[in-house]
Antibody, heavy 116, light 112 residues
């Protein structure tokens, strides 16, 4: 069974970088697409970007100057870095697997609060 | 960016009632390859989103068949034929035809 688990600091100071890890078990990240999605307080959801099976990336243009998604295939993990965060980046961050038109597998999510 | 407009924002239902949620797109979601990349997700309280429907009308494995999806182009509908207590939560449509992928604002299904 495919499982994804996010990890990382729950509190980040404004202007610093947010760094999260998604650990995947049950499936290799060298297949399909692996992405980050966040849910803001309230219901708004935002697709942030993905890293593909080949290591290529695609980002939401609204974040393009601040976001980086990378991976470590030896550990079957992929990573999110978001620079220069503000309080508006406070959200629950999810990692997810996207394949054959489906957002089918999601991590449990991790709440990141940006506050001094 | 493609804007997905979900209605209604809140839906009150009794157990056993059939309900529908609409998702309208600001542009056609028909891809040049002939597929329409529209998913429906359900997020129950305290849980991550769960995939219900993909490619407009295909039921994800393990999802009860009281859920159905329909539509084309810019207008899509999720129908629940006989709401059960476990169906309560927030429903989202999400498109992956056009980058950046975008979500509807969500429809909260509550018990009346």
């Amino acid at each position: 069974e495919v499982q994804l688990q996010e990890s990382g600091p729950g509190l980040v100071k404004p202007s610093q970088s947010l760094s999260l890890t998604c650990s995947v078990t049950g499936y290799s990240i060298t297949s399909n697409y692996w992405g980050w999605i966040r849910k803001f307080p309230g219901n708004k959801m935002e697709w942030m970007g993905y890293i593909s099976y080949s290591g290529s990336t695609s980002y939401n243009p609204s974040l393009k100057s601040r976001i980086s998604i990378t991976r470590d295939t030896s550990k079957n993990q992929f990573f999110l870095q978001l620079n220069s965060v503000t309080t508006e980046d406070t959200a629950t961050y999810y990692c997810a697997r996207y394949y054959y038109a489906r957002f089918a597998y999601w991590g449990q999510g991790t709440l990141v609060t940006v506050s001094s | 960016d493609v804007v997905l407009t979900q209605t209604p924002p809140t839906l009150s239902a009794t157990i056993g009632q059939s309900v529908s949620i609409s998702c309208r797109s600001s542009q056609s979601l028909l891809h040049s390859n002939g597929n329409t990349y529209l998913n429906w997700l359900l997020q129950r309280p305290g849980q991550p989103p769960q995939l219900l429907i993909y490619l407009v009308s295909r039921l994800e494995s393990g999802v009860p068949n009281r859920f159905s999806g329909s539509g084309s182009g810019t207008d899509f509908t999720l129908k629940i034929s006989g709401v059960e207590a476990e169906d309560l939560g927030v429903y989202y449509c999400v498109q992956s035809t056009h980058a950046p992928y975008t979500f509807g604002a969500g429809t909260k299904l509550e018990l009346k």
